[in-house]
């Protein structure tokens, strides 16, 4: 059984729509009906040997990661994130200095962006650190943006730039220097908490998701939940002049790094075609609002099973590594 095939298992066995739950499992944050709001319910953790490494990652980095990993998942409902509880299983190993520097990450990432600590649990562990992080926000009635909204014909658009953190992973797995650029993407990603706001605000996505695990496979997940297939032009897909410079330089496989590497906590959402003008028209303001580029880069379709990237004159290009899963 892997991940994905786990949760599958639940979103069968458990009932996705209940008394006061508008979405349980199976989307970036689950979607609570209160009163005024709906609430968003999320939670991820770091493992120490499956999500990092101390010897390439600083405590300040992975306290700062944990917590903008959910706070992508609420911005990939389009929501604010307001409080979170942390727990943290600690190996003897871990000095007082480096358990410090994490919750000052965390600080600084929970200023930044406006969100209270509110609590947590700490306890022993025998071999790796852990650290694991529930965070609740809350979003307009009725306006969160799922992961099954997007509809033939609708086009796909992205945030930011892909693929310098799985280059940067990369070269920390074989031991190659690396520039600081590249670790920091990897190490310290900021979550695109305005922009998924900024998008709900105008009711302007069908579907919305957080690309932590590569860009294809989470893409793959919009299209599974929505019952359609998608078209990707691949000259379309945003990297950084950092990342284009490098690949051409080592001759890397640019593209499969962009597409199927993972970690870059972009967004990746879809706009119907009656929202198109209204949404180019407004692209430049929201692009400065949020502090990141977006870029169209294809198309959804109405067959499932069609899943592709056009590389140059069309062609149909093979893209083998289908993101990451956790049991794999
Ligand atoms: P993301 O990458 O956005 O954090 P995941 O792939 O981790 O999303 O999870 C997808 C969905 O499955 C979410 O709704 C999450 O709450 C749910 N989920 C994941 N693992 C479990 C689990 N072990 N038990 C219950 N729900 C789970
Ligand atoms: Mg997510």
Not at 91 to 102: D, E, G, H, N, T
Not at 208 to 219: F, Y
């Amino acid at each position: 059984m892997n991940e994905f095939e786990l949760i599958k298992f639940l979103t069968q066995k458990l009932p996705r729509k209940t008394k006061g739950l508008s979405c349980g499992i199976g989307d970036d944050c689950a979607v609570i009906r209160g009163e005024k709001f709906d609430w968003l319910l999320t939670a991820d953790s770091l493992i120490e040997g499956v999500h990092f490494d101390f010897r390439n990652t600083n405590a300040t980095d992975l306290g700062r990661k944990v917590l903008s990993a959910n706070l992508s998942d609420v911005a990939a409902m389009g929501g604010q994130p307001l409080y979170f509880t942390v727990s943290i299983g600690v190996p003897r190993r871990v000095s007082a200095v480096q358990l410090k520097k994490i919750y000052s990450g965390m600080i600084d990432v929970a200023k930044k962006n406006g969100v209270v600590m509110a609590g947590g649990d700490t306890c022993a562990s025998p071999k790796g650190l852990f650290i694991s992080i529930a965070l609740v926000g809350k979003i307009m009635k009725n306006r969160a943006i799922l992961r099954s909204g997007a509809r033939p014909g609708d086009h796909v658009f992205v945030s930011g730039t892909f693929g310098d953190a799985a280059f940067a992973l990369g070269c920390l797995k074989k031991k190659r220097k690396v520039d600081r650029y590249f670790v920091n993407r990897l190490n310290n990603p900021s979550a695109r908490v305005k922009l998924g706001r900024l998008i709900a605000d105008e009711g302007l996505a069908s579907s919305m998701i957080d690309v932590s695990d590569g860009l294809l496979a989470d893409l793959g997940h919009i299209a599974d939940a929505s019952g359609v297939g998608f078209v990707v032009d691949a000259g379309a897909v945003p990297v950084s002049g950092f990342f284009s410079n490098i690949a051409a330089r080592y001759g890397l496989d640019s593209l499969l790094l962009a597409l199927a590497g993972g970690d870059d906590y972009e967004l990746c959402f879809t706009v119907p075609r009656s929202r198109l003008r209204a949404f180019l028209k407004m692209k430049k303001i929201i692009e400065k609002k949020a502090g990141c580029p977006v870029s169209m880069i294809g198309r959804i379709v109405e067959n499932k099973r069609k899943r592709i990237v056009r590389g140059k004159g069309g062609k149909v290009l093979a893209i083998s590594r289908r993101g990451y899963d956790h049991f794999r």
